[in-house]
């Protein structure tokens, strides 16, 4: 079983929608969480960082950490072209684990 | 704050040369740094993890000497893919360790092109 689990999609919505991003984990020991997005040709850029549980806003996106289910989600409002990447989740406890991302398309 | 910069952003070369790539963190001290290795519409692919001041640690089937690591400072590492060949043609990402919350600050990348 790998340590932490997201659907690769592709995923497809129309400009405006909400969108929900997801991973499981299996170690129940991690700790911080991250979701990251990365535009076609270029390096991740770090978009939401979360210790433990609980929500985390910042504009449009909010992070979600759900450790007794050891699931976390990335929800994206009000959906723009601009969004249109891949999301990649990671969750570290020293080591560092990363989904291997989620492709996502916003139509205008 | 937390900006990485890596160079060159892409390079083309001769098959047998080797090609040096810098990963620089602008704005902090990174102790830690990472190599990945990414291949069209693939995930990441960790290549080794690099500690200031010491020897790199490579994952399982990553030649480490064709793929020299140096973190000679806490700004910057370089990775050397020496006698290059086309197969190592790929997407080259370094990142850098927080040094005040556990997650990586990635590089802008650097695609290389070995003919």
């Known amino acids: 079983q790998k340590e932490v689990e997201q659907d690769p999609g592709p995923l497809s919505v129309p400009e405006g929608a909400i969108v929900s991003l997801n991973c499981t984990y299996s170690n129940s020991a991690f700790q911080y969480f991250m979701w990251y997005r990365q535009y076609s040709r270029k390096g991740p850029e770090l978009l939401m960082y979360t210790y433990s549980s609980g929500n985390k806003e910042d504009g449009r996106f909010t992070a979600q950490v759900d450790k007794s289910s050891k699931y976390i989600s990335l929800f994206i409002r009000d959906s723009q072209p601009s969004d249109s990447a891949t999301y990649l989740c990671?969750?570290?406890?020293?080591?560092?684990?990363f989904g291997t991302g989620t492709s996502l398309t916003v139509i205008p | 704050g937390a900006v990485v910069s890596q160079h060159p952003s892409w390079v083309i070369c001769k098959s047998g040369t080797s090609v040096k790539i810098e990963c620089r963190s602008l704005?902090?001290?990174?102790?830690?740094m990472f190599w990945y290795r990414q291949f069209p519409k693939q995930s990441l692919m960790l290549m080794a993890t690099?500690?200031?001041?010491?020897?790199?640690?490579?994952e399982q089937g990553v030649e480490k000497d064709k793929f020299l690591i140096n973190h000679a400072s806490l700004t910057l590492s370089t990775l050397t893919v020496t006698s290059a060949h086309p197969e190592d043609s790929s997407f080259y990402i370094c990142s850098a360790r927080g040094t005040w919350e556990e997650t990586q600050y990635f590089g802008p990348g650097t695609r290389l092109l070995v003919l």
């Open positions: 690099s500690n200031e001041g010491s020897k790199a640690t490579y």
């Open positions: 990671a969750m570290s406890i020293g080591q560092f684990y």
């Open positions: 704005d902090f001290q990174a102790t830690t």
